[in-house]
């Protein structure tokens, strides 16, 4: 008798959570096959992700349906990079800016988007965005997003 309720306990215990990751899995692998596609250069370092969505999914602070990947480095990125970023995963969408120089004026400083890509892509919206800290910085953060269109406001 003991053991059958054990058992039924262990069961809720680790199945409950294990048909919650399944489920989110099943419910996020299309947008993250577009994120697998898009491939940083070599160079740039892995920061972090996060991925949220699935069927139990809560708006909260993050949409739902959506997700990043962000990388830092410190070499040079060159709007090349970025396209070669869009041509394998963004249908080839053109790169706005030259990934060095800043579009604040000269008497602001801060971080700044020195170049972008963005498409729509099998119904998410999709932005490589390279970040610079200031002019004179040589780290660089690459961002790659992606929201569902559903999410657009």
Not at 67 to 81: F, G, I, L, N
Not at 102 to 131: F, H, I, K, Q
Not at 134 to 139: N, V, Y
Request: hydrophobic share 40%.
């Amino acid at each position: 008798m003991w053991l059958k309720i054990v058992l039924i306990v262990l069961a809720v215990i680790f199945g409950i959570p294990a048909i919650l990751q399944v489920t989110h899995d099943i419910a996020t692998a299309p947008m993250v096959a577009i994120a697998d596609r898009m491939h940083p250069d070599p160079g740039w370092n892995a920061e972090g992700e996060n991925i949220t969505g699935g069927p139990f999914c809560i708006r909260y602070d993050v949409d739902c349906d959506s997700m990043w990947r962000s990388y830092r480095t410190e070499q040079k990125v060159a709007p090349a990079d970025v396209q070669r970023i869009s041509d394998e995963a963004l249908n080839g969408a053109k790169v706005k800016g030259d990934c060095e120089t800043s579009p604040l004026p000269s008497n602001v400083t801060g971080m700044y988007e020195a170049c972008s890509v963005s498409a729509v892509v099998d119904g998410y919206d999709v932005e490589v965005r390279v970040l610079k800290l200031s002019e004179d910085s040589q780290d660089r953060i690459i961002q790659f997003s992606l929201s569902s269109v559903k999410n657009r406001r």
